[in-house]
C-alpha cells in the first residue's frame, strides 16, 4: 500500500501502518506486515504522517510500526513529535529499529512507544509484538509481607546472602550480568516456591537497572535513600518494583546523585532491610570505590568483579588488591568474572587469559562468552535473557552460576538444620 492510497481514503479497512523515512529500507518489515494484515496496512513517509496524524480518520488505526535506522538519529526530535502525534491519537507505536543507538532507543521508548523489536526481524517477531499490544505488561507494587514464606528465611530474621556485582573497567558488563544472575536466581527451582531475590541499583548517577528492565525510576526510592534512618518495612515496600511477579528491584532515583549521598549506615540498613526478606539481594555496584564499598564488601557472600580480557582490567585487578590489602579487607571474598571470554579454539586468547591469571595470581572463576547483538536488544527491549534470548549462551552459563550459587546455599541451609 502506498501513503497516497491511504490518504485518499481507500474504501479497505486499515488497522495499521508503517512510518519510515523509506520503507524499501525494511523490505522484512513488509513481507511480515503483509503475511499479518494482508492488505489492511498502509505506508507513510515522515512528512506524510505529520499530516495524517492531525487527520480525527487516523485515530482509526490500531498501531503504527515506525521503522528506523541510524541516519534517523538526526531527526529524533521529529520522531519524538510523531509519536506524541499517534498517542494523542491512542494509536499505539512500536519501534522497528536498525541499528538505533541504545540512548536513542531508550528516549523514544519513554516518549510512550509501546514495543521494540530489533531489524532484521526475528522469527514472529512482529506477530508477538502486535499481541503484546492487546496484554501490556503490568508492573504492580511489591508486596512482600504478606507473600510467601522466603525459602532461606523460614525462620525469620535476616538470612538471605548479599551477591555484590561490581566491574572492574567501564563496559565489562556488570549490569548485564546483575540484572541476569537475578532473574536466574528468581526462577532457579524447577518444582515447589522459588526462593524470593531483590536486585539493588546502587548507581545512583546513571544505573540502568530499571532500563534493562524496562521499570520506571520514582521518586520514593529518593525518599528512602534520604532518610534510612526512618525506614520500616512499609517504606521499604513502597520503594521496591516487581518484575513480571518473580523480581523485586530497587532502581536508581530519578536524578543524579553524588555517590555521598548514601554512607555507610544508610547501605547498612538497606542490607539489613533485604536480608530480611529475600533470599538473595544481588547488587549492582558503581565502578567507583567509594566510603560505603567497605560496607557491602563485608556483608558480602561472593563480590563479583566481571573483567575483560586486556590490559586495563588487570591494571584494576592489580590495584584494587593492592588497595584491598593495604585496609585489611577480604580480598578472598573477589570472584573474577570473564566477560566476552575468547573462543575455545582461539589458543593465543586463551594463553594470554592464563598469563594474565597467573601473573596477578588470581582464579577466574568463571569465563562467560559473547552473547553478541541479542544481549544488547534484550537489553534495549527491558527483558532478562531468559525472556527474550533463552538459548544465547551467556545467558546458558549465567544460568550454571546462578545454579551453583543456589546448589551451594541450599546445602548450607540443611547442613544448618
Known amino acids: ?87 494523542a491519537q491512542n494509536i499505539k507505536v512500536i519501534l522497528v529499529a536498525d541499528e538505533i543507538s541504545p540512548m536513542v532507543l531508550h528516549q523514544l521508548l519513554q516518549l510512550g512507544a509501546e514495543d521494540f523489536i530489533p531489524y532484521p526481524l526475528p522469527e514472529n ?13 503490568k508492573v504492580p507494587a ?21 551477591l555484590p556485582v561490581q566491574s572492574i573497567s ?11 544472575l537475578a532473574w536466574e536466581l528468581a526462577n532457579i527451582e524447577k ?33 528512602l535513600l534520604s532518610s534510612t534512618e526512618m525506614m520500616d518495612d512499609d517504606a521499604f515496600k513502597g520503594a521496591l518494583m516487581n518484575f513480571n511477579d518473580k523480581l523485586s528491584v530497587l532502581t536508581s532515583p530519578p536524578d543524579i546523585l553524588p555517590l555521598d549521598f548514601i554512607d555507610a549506615t544508610d547501605v547498612q540498613r538497606l542490607l539489613d532491610m533485604g536480608r530480611k526478606h529475600f533470599d538473595y539481594v544481588i547488587l549492582d555496584m558503581p565502578t567507583t570505590l567509594v566510603s560505603w564499598t567497605e ?23 592489580l590495584r584494587l588488591r593492592n588497595a584491598l590489602k593495604a585496609e585489611e579487607l577480604p580480598f578472598d571474598k573477589m570472584r573474577f568474572l570473564l566477560n566476552r571470554a575468547p573462543k575455545a579454539m582461539d589458543l593465543s586468547a586463551k594463553a594470554r587469559l592464563k598469563r594474565m591469571a597467573e601473573n596477578l595470581e588470581i582464579d577466574i572463576d568463571v569465563q562467560f562468552p559473547d552473547g553478541g547483538r541479542p544481549v ?21 552459563e549465567i544460568q550454571k552460576l ?13 547442613a544448618a538444620q
Not at 565489562?172 to 541476569?180: K, L, R
Request: net charge negative; with cysteine.
Open 295 to 317: 560496607t557491602v564488601l563485608n556483608a558480602a557472600e561472593f563480590y563479583f568483579a566481571p573483567v575483560e580480557l586486556d590490559l586495563r582490567s588487570a591494571q584494576n585487578i
Open 402 to 414: 546462578a545454579a551453583s550459587l543456589h546448589a551451594r546455599q541450599t546445602q548450607q541451609l540443611e
Open 191 to 223: 518444582k515447589g516456591p522459588q526462593p524470593r531475590v531483590l536486585l539493588i541499583d546502587f548507581n545512583l548517577q546513571y544505573g540502568s537497572v530499571s532500563t534493562y528492565l524496562d521499570l520506571p525510576r520514582r521518586n520514593a526510592v529518593y525518599e
Open 142 to 162: 511489591i508486596d512482600f509481607v504478606d507473600a510467601r514464606p522466603t525459602h532461606a528465611g523460614q525462620g525469620g530474621g535476616a538470612h538471605g546472602i548479599v
Open 170 to 180: 567501564g563496559g565489562a558488563g556488570a549490569t548485564t550480568i546483575a540484572v541476569n
Open 1 to 87: 500500500m502506498t501513503s497516497e492510497a491511504l490518504l485518499q481514503n481507500d474504501p479497505a479497512p486499515l488497522v495499521a501502518c508503517t512510518v519510515s523515512r523509506d520503507v524499501q529500507n525494511f523490505d522484512l518489515l513488509i513481507e511480515d506486515m503483509e503475511a499479518e494484515l494482508g492488505e489492511a496496512w498502509g505506508d507513510l513517509s515522515f512528512e506524510d504522517a505529520r499530516q495524517f496524524f492531525r487527520q480525527p480518520e487516523s485515530g482509526g488505526l490500531k498501531f503504527v510500526a515506525m521503522a528506523l535506522d541510524h541516519e534517523d538519529e538526526s531527526l529524533l526530535a521529529m520522531i519524538a513529535d510523531l509519536i506524541k502525534s499517534a498517542k
Open 125 to 137: 517477531a512482529l506477530h508477538e509484538a502486535i499481541e503484546r499490544l492487546d496484554a501490556p505488561r
Open 376 to 396: 544488547r536488544d534484550a537489553c534495549d527491549q527491558g527483558m532478562p535473557l531468559g525472556i527474550e534470548a533463552a538459548k544465547n549462551p551467556l545467558r546458558k
